[in-house]
T-cell receptor, first 110, second 120 residues
Framework: RKEVEQDPGPFNVPEGATVAFNCTYS??????FFWYRQDCRKEPKLLMS???SGNEDGRFTAQLNRASQYISLLIRDSKLSDSATYLC???????????FGRGTSLIVHP | GAVVSQHPSRVICKSGTSVKIECRSL??????MFWYRQFPKQSLMLMAT?????????EQGVEKDKFLINHASLTLSTLTVTSAHPEDSSFYIC????????????????FGPGTRLTVL
């Protein structure tokens, strides 16, 4: 089992739709979790940190389920500009080694 | 968020030359920086972890003699691709770890804009 797994997609949704991505992780000692977005040929940019039971930032909501070892990202009212690859990052405690998922591609169409 | 710069943004060089890439944290001190490589349509691959004042920790399969990392200050890490070959052509991205302890602990990494290396 890979350390961090994501459905690569692509998720193809119309504007205004709600879309959710999941990311599973294998190491139960993982302590911090993040969602990044990466546009084509650009660097990843931090979207949200997920430290405890989850958090919300505008149209974006991230949830953490430690029992089942997954985090999720919910995007409401999708915009064309949300089209990107969404990367899940999991940090193990102690040595702080970030592990990236392969990313989930989202395409929002008119 | 915190700002990380990377220079140069694009390099085209001949096979056999060495290329140096700089990564700077502009508004915070970073004791830890990371170097990644990303091939087209593939995920980020961690190459090495760079700690200020000590030797870098390389991931399995990454040649430390080929990819020289120096983290001489809290705001600068450099990656030198020695004797570059066409198979080294890739998108190299650095990130810097920011930790803040006041008013709530945060531990986040911020990415530089990347360096696109093309070896002819």
């Amino acid at each position: 089992r890979k350390e961090v797994e994501q459905d690569p997609g692509p998720f193809n949704v119309p504007e205004g739709a709600t879309v959710a991505f999941n990311c599973t992780y294998s190491n139960s000692a993982s302590q911090s979790f993040f969602w990044y977005r990466q546009d084509c040929r650009k660097e990843p940019k931090l979207l949200m940190s997920v430290y405890s039971s989850g958090n919300e930032d505008g149209r974006f909501t991230a949830q953490l389920n430690r029992a089942s070892q997954y985090i999720s990202l919910l995007i409401r009212d999708s915009k064309l500009s949300d089209s990107a690859t969404y990367l899940c990052v999991v940090n193990k405690g102690g040595s702080y080694i970030p592990t990236f998922g392969r990313g989930t591609s989202l395409i929002v169409h008119p | 968020g915190a700002v990380v710069s990377q220079h140069p943004s694009r390099v085209i060089c001949k096979s056999g030359t060495s290329v140096k890439i700089e990564c700077r944290s502009l508004d915070f001190q970073a004791t830890t920086m990371f170097w990644y490589r990303q091939f087209p349509k593939q995920s980020l691959m961690l190459m090495a972890t760079s700690n200020e004042g000590s030797k870098a920790t390389y991931e399995q399969g990454v040649e430390k003699d080929k990819f020289l990392i120096n983290h001489a200050s809290l705001t600068l890490s450099t990656l030198t691709v020695t004797s570059a070959h066409p198979e080294d052509s890739s998108f190299y991205i650095c990130s810097a770890r920011e930790t803040q302890g006041e008013g709530g602990f945060t531990d986040t990494q911020y990415f530089g804009p990347g360096t696109r290396l093309t070896v002819l």
